[in-house]
């Protein structure tokens, strides 16, 4: 009896430790599942921006809009934006972005899109499945150009 009563405490313990597990999973992946969401809806209105590449140690958005950056303002990661090509050819080598950084800015005409999230374009810096970046708002480009920082 008992062997028994140890097997059963032992059996209830182990069934909720799984039911905890899977209740904790499962809200990991909708939170993932939310942050993962794609922008749908375009503004409609067309701009032009300049923008800033910012080189986060993190899955997050790493673009800012450079009418943002004041002396004395801290950058903070609410003020960044992902940035996506309108099609595959207009998508910026990585090599030549980290490249320019430093003496460049991005112009880039197109919309922002209404709603925000992470683009498919968006290449992520961690391997994490479960470690999507948050949301942010996303400006779609149909047009770039590298301008040198001193001329704006």
């Not at 062997?3 to 032992?10: A, M, P």
């Not at 374009?121 to 999507?132: D, N």
Request: net charge negative.
């Amino acid at each position: 009896m008992r062997k028994f009563l140890i097997w059963s405490i032992k059996g209830v313990s182990f069934l909720l430790l799984l039911i905890v597990f899977v209740v904790i999973a499962r809200i990991g992946y909708l939170a993932y599942l939310e942050r993962s969401i794609q922008p749908k809806i375009l503004s409609n209105k067309e701009e032009v921006i300049n923008v800033m590449y910012v080189n986060w140690a993190c899955d997050c958005a790493n673009f800012i809009d450079v009418s943002l950056l004041q002396e004395g303002k801290d950058i903070d990661e609410n003020d960044c934006i992902f940035i996506e090509p309108n099609a595959d050819e207009l998508t910026i080598n990585s090599d030549t972005l980290y490249h320019k950084q430093f003496d460049y800015y991005l112009r880039l005409k197109g919309q922002y899109y209404i709603d925000e999230g992470v683009p498919s374009s968006y290449e992520r810096k961690i391997v994490e499945p479960l470690m999507a970046p948050n949301k942010a708002k996303v400006f779609r480009y149909t047009a770039y150009e590298f301008i040198k920082k001193e001329k704006i």
